[in-house]
């Protein structure tokens, strides 16, 4: 599982329909509204780095009313929570 964090500069009118755009393409897996930098922050899993490009080059950079992304791809994570084995069952605790 390949995880990218994206940073999503919006439209300051937009960010509701931005956020709720983008958090139903496929791959993206939350949407947060941020303070900061950024107006919006989406959480990309994906199984191939290919994958990558449809959900943020083609899926997230293509909604209406974002003006910028900057990605950051994780490489490693450190959690106390299994998160593919989270995904795997749809993220009931």
Partial sequence: MLTAIVLI???PNKIPEVADRVANLK?????????????????VRVRAHEDLADAIAD???????VLRTET?????AYSSVDLDQAFALGLDE
């Fill in 72 to 76: 950051l791809i994780a490489f490693r």
């Fill in 27 to 43: 791959g993206v897996s939350e949407v947060y509204s941020v303070t900061g930098k950024a107006d919006l922050v989406a959480m």
């Fill in 59 to 65: 899926g997230v950079n293509k909604v209406p009313g």
């Fill in 9 to 11: 500069d919006t439209e």
